[in-house]
């Protein structure tokens, strides 16, 4: 079974800083493409970044360039998510994908497999 645990979220001032992570167990996730998305309450689930799990290549919302970073550890299997210069707008339940191919990976319908989500509240 593939698994994707999620850790990291929390409360956090405007301007402020957190780190997600995301520990992928059950498989090889050599070819994979990882991603983070991120959905509100009555909304679609919003893509925010991705990486390739070999070569490293990454991929950003323009709502998040400049100031989230993606990365991964292959060693622990695990995808990071480095988030500064929060904005409220950024709060959200923010989930870790993963898919076999590069494809379409702005699309969360394309993922096969999902964490369970934490969640990101930036608040004064």
């Known amino acids: 079974q593939v698994q994707l645990v999620e850790s990291g979220g929390g409360l956090v001032q405007p301007g402020g800083s957190l780190r997600l992570s995301c520990e992928a167990s059950?498989?090889?996730?050599?070819?994979?493409?990882m991603g983070w998305f991120r959905q509100v309450p009555g909304k679609q689930r919003e893509f925010v970044a991705a990486?390739?799990?070999?070569?490293?290549?990454?991929y950003y919302a323009d709502s998040v360039k400049g100031r989230f970073t993606i990365s991964r550890d292959n060693a622990k299997n695990t995808v990071f998510l480095q988030m500064n210069s929060l904005k409220p707008e950024d709060t959200a339940i923010y989930y870790c994908?993963?898919?076999?191919?590069?494809?379409?990976?702005?699309?969360?319908?394309?993922?096969?497999?999902w964490g369970q989500g934490t969640q990101v509240t930036v608040s004064t």
């Open positions: 994908g993963a898919k076999e191919t590069v494809l379409n990976y702005r699309r969360g319908e394309e993922y096969e497999y």
């Open positions: 059950g498989r090889r996730f050599s070819t994979y493409v």
């Open positions: 990486i390739r799990w070999t070569g490293g290549s990454t």
